[in-house]
């Protein structure tokens, strides 16, 4: 059959009304170099610092320098970036800053600063993504700490308490115990709905993985949330991971849920952003650190807070640890988190050397927020065994000039001795605040004076399993009214004399 021009004509008038044109406009520059995973980029006029670049074979980068006549960008995404891209290559703007994943689909998952699965269990599928970089909340938003997050470690919950919403910085030279005390912390959270993160950064993989095994051993991996940023990854990665973790926390905290992010450790991190600085060529300052260097700690830090009731009343609990070299807190690093955190658990050498688990120099710690959010039963306690800790290290230190001492001198050092006995604690074994307001009073009322001290821990465990057996209402009348009255001391002092006359006959 043959087709008549007209009906030709027709049929494409009707295609060409039914077309619209699509104009598409993209951004593009070009790689001028490439090496240690910064590539400098010569175009991309408009765009913005922070923003996610798209190089060739998938590869994205982030935009951190913007120069007068080029970008300085780093890159992630692969293990050899400086072989995969070369010079000439077309980098694309995404127009989208920065985002990790974020809500319930990343509980008991470990993953990279950008999100994405590295514990063999498929890829993360969540709807919701949140920029890496936000800002904090205002005054008007927060609300002061008033509830207290308990470690379930006597000599933190006693003398340096910490509250919801706080930033209270771990520091202290290597192997004294800082990342033990941070995972008994994530291990007591458990059954108070209390949503943890911790972010590995610069630590072996080994390391990392051994944490995720002794929170999957203690059931405490169905809350938590594990970033790895480890020494293997490139600089760009550790730079990211606090914020992606503080992103991640964000988003439960503005849904009215209680979260702890513990930083391990920023020493580490710091030292990856000087990297990347260097290699940028931005200017170097003190320790060759570059200027911004606490806008850095201070920008991350800053988004810990308690919010107040109109926002949902959440809050995220920031715990940063940064490591020191021979016990020196004057240093760069240490006195700038120092001055932005809201006080400091020092751990100190000799204490660890010497025995004493968690090694807590108690003079040099502090809480500047902790004693409004610590529990009355605990306040009322507390106050007396700080005392009795400090006459102790005075009265140790005057002692060693060998002087003879009289009988108050010498009932107040056997005194400290129990006092330093009962604080030490074994690893992974947090204690309730009502096991440990009892061991403290006993402590304090100088119940336990006539026991040996290296039977006290001993004593210490027997005499809870005994209240447990016999008088399990002290230990949950305490949790209730969250007070040591008159009649419960009474009725704790007749339990704690029973025990006491059984275990001296039996010891």
Not at 263 to 282: M, P, V
Not at 427 to 451: H, K, M, R
Request: glycine content about 8%.
């Amino acid at each position: 059959m043959a087709l008549k021009p007209d009906e030709i004509t027709a049929i494409i008038k009707k295609e060409l009304e039914k077309y619209q044109s699509r104009l598409r406009v993209e951004s593009i520059g070009t790689v001028t170099q490439v090496g240690d995973a910064i590539a400098r980029i010569y175009g991309l006029d408009d765009v913005m610092a922070g923003e996610l670049v798209q190089f060739p074979n998938n590869v994205t980068g982030m935009v951190l320098n913007l120069e007068e006549d080029s970008v300085g960008a780093v890159i992630f995404g692969t293990d050899n970036p400086d072989q995969t891209i070369k010079e000439g290559d077309i980098v694309k703007r995404t127009g989208k800053i920065a985002q990790v994943p974020v809500g319930d689909a990343l509980v008991g998952r470990v993953v990279n600063a950008l999100g994405r699965s590295v514990d063999g269990k498929g890829p993360i599928t969540s709807e919701k993504y949140r920029p890496l970089e936000m800002g904090a909340p205002n005054v008007v938003q927060r609300q002061p700490v008033n509830e207290s997050l308990e470690t379930g470690i006597k000599a933190i919950d006693a003398m340096i308490p910490i509250g919801r919403g706080q930033r209270e910085l771990i520091i202290g030279d290597r192997q004294t115990g800082k990342t033990a005390i941070v995972l008994d912390t994530i291990i007591n959270q458990k059954n108070k709905e209390v949503f943890c993160i911790y972010v590995a950064i610069g630590q072996k993989i080994s390391s990392i993985v051994e944490v995720s095994e002794i929170l999957r051993k203690h059931g405490a991996m169905q809350y938590t949330t594990i970033i790895s940023a480890s020494s293997r990854a490139s600089a760009s990665l550790q730079y990211l991971a606090p914020y992606a973790g503080c992103a991640i926390g964000e988003e439960f905290m503005y849904s009215g849920k209680d979260v702890l992010i513990i930083y391990d450790d920023l020493s580490k991190h710091a030292q990856a952003y000087r990297q990347l600085s260097l290699l940028l060529r931005r200017p170097p300052g003190r320790e060759a650190y570059p200027g911004d260097i606490f806008y850095l700690h201070s920008r991350l830090l800053e988004r810990a807070a308690k919010l107040n009731d109109e926002l949902g009343a959440g809050s995220m609990t920031a715990i940063p640890i940064v490591e020191t070299q021979a016990g020196d807190i004057t240093s760069y690093i240490p006195t700038n988190v120092i001055s932005i955190t809201d006080g400091q658990i020092y751990l100190e050498n000799d204490l660890f050397y010497a025995g004493v688990r968690p090694a807590i120099n108690v003079g040099l710690s502090v809480s500047r927020v902790g004693g409004k959010a610590q529990k009355k039963a605990m306040r009322k306690v507390a106050g007396k065994l700080r005392l009795d800790l400090a006459q102790y290290r005075e009265l140790v230190a005057f002692t060693q000039f060998g002087t003879e001492l009289d009988k108050t001198t010498q009932a107040q050092l056997n005194r400290g001795e129990k006092v330093v006995e009962i604080l030490k604690q074994n690893q992974f074994a947090p204690l309730a605040i009502s096991e440990q307001v009892i061991i403290i009073y006993c402590a304090t009322q100088g119940w336990l004076d006539i026991i040996d001290t290296h039977k006290i821990r001993k004593f210490e465990t027997e005499f809870f399993q005994y209240l447990e057996n016999n008088a399990p209402q002290i230990k949950r009348a305490i949790e209730e009214k969250d007070d040591l009255d008159a009649e419960l001391a009474q009725k704790l002092e007749h339990s704690f004399t029973k025990f006491k006359e059984a275990f001296l006959k039996n010891n």
